[in-house]
């Protein structure tokens, strides 16, 4: 995957799609749309918290202490470091918003939350 290929992601890195691979991904957005009826507010809220994620969690930079993160509400999210750790071992970290299905599938990295 082209997105994988930043190994220390950048919130420039959170877009950085193969054409093929950004069109599949954005098709799901317009399925949804045409079987569900969305109100266009609450669409581009979504795409805008969604948009703001997607940078934040490729900033690099932690925006909460680590005794927030590793806490028992914060440990259940994700966080930047979370995902840098994703892009430099690819096997590990798969969640992007929730912690729990690598804590299930014992997918978290170890230093996740150092």
Known sequence: ??????VNPTPLA???FHPV???LEGSFVYVY????PVQVFALLFVT??????NVLGHSGFEFLPRR???GKIGSLFTSSTHHNLHHSKVHQNF???FTFWDKCMR?????TFK
């Open 1 to 6: 995957m082209v997105h994988h290929r930043s």
């Open 14 to 16: 959170a877009y950085a």
């Open 48 to 53: 805008l918290f969604v948009l703001i994620l």
């Open 21 to 23: 691979e950004a069109l």
């Open 95 to 97: 969640g992007y918003y």
């Open 68 to 70: 927030l993160r590793a």
């Open 33 to 36: 749309i045409t079987v569900f």
């Open 107 to 111: 997918t978290l990295h170890k230093d």
